[in-house]
């Protein structure tokens, strides 16, 4: 079965400076995507960036960016210039491609961006 | 393009009631999901349809959960009777089948509160 840690609780950050959020898999399936979903207090998750399992370049998505490390298992999720809006609950999924279709979602980190 | 639809996005029921969620998935997208996320957690899945089938319900506590898609689109989850326990928030995503990267839309959720 697969497996999705986040180990940060709850992070701070400042406005305008950057910050990573950690995220590990365990997956013994080749084939796999890894997503980070937003959660603000409205409830809705918001899809942020995707990273499949053969991508040989870190996926990039305006101030989102996905530091990538398969071997080390880890896809930890970088947001640059961070805003006031960023503040919110934030998600690592994978997702096992496949006849047998998987998902699993991490606990989330809780990211106050302060002024 | 309307993203996922819900309805309700609170409902408030005394225990041992029955209690339904409506789904309306984005248009063209053949799989459909079922999370429950209780406070400070993931999401976690319920129920995968892909069109009208069921083919991930191995979480689905069956004694007092059902859903259904008829006709490939719409779905209903519903509970009967509900426990103090089911209070959480009921996501709906949807997703397109093919490729990897299988993004899942999700909608804002109902909230329910059972008293």
């Known amino acids: 079965a697969q497996k999705i840690t986040q180990t940060q609780p709850g992070m701070f950050v400042q406005e305008k400076e950057a910050v990573t959020l950690d995220c590990t898999y365990d997956?013994?399936?080749?084939?796999?995507?890894l997503f980070w979903y937003k959660q603000p207090s409205s409830g809705e998750m918001i899809f942020l960036i995707y990273?499949?399992?053969?991508?040989?370049q870190n996926a990039t998505e305006g101030r989102y960016s996905l530091n990538f490390q398969k071997a080390r298992k880890s896809a930890n999720l970088v947001i640059s210039a961070s805003q006031l809006g960023d503040s919110a609950m934030y998600f690592c999924?994978?997702?096992?491609?496949?006849?047998?279709?998987?998902?699993?979602f991490g606990t989330g980190t809780k990211l106050q961006v302060i002024p | 393009e309307a993203g996922v639809v819900q309805s309700p996005r609170y409902k408030i029921i005394e225990k041992k009631q029955p209690v339904a969620f409506w789904c309306n998935p984005i248009?063209?997208?053949?799989?459909l999901y079922w999370y429950l996320q209780n406070l400070g957690q993931g999401p976690e899945l319920l129920i995968r349809?892909?069109?009208?089938?069921?083919?991930?319900d191995s979480q689905l506590p069956k004694d007092r959960f059902s859903a259904e898609r008829l006709k490939g689109v719409d779905s209903t989850l519903k509970i009967q009777p509900a426990e103090l326990g089911d209070s959480a928030v009921y996501l709906c995503?949807?997703?397109?089948?093919?490729?990897?990267?299988?993004?899942?839309?999700f909608g804002p959720g109902t909230r329910l509160l059972v008293l």
């Open positions: 995503a949807s997703s397109l089948r093919g490729g990897q990267q299988e993004t899942q839309y």
């Open positions: 997956t013994s399936d080749q084939s796999y995507g």
């Open positions: 990273q499949g399992s053969y991508d040989e």
């Open positions: 999924a994978i997702f096992i491609s496949g006849g047998y279709q998987k998902v699993t």
């Open positions: 248009s063209g997208h053949n799989t």
């Open positions: 349809y892909e069109n009208e089938e069921a083919v991930d």
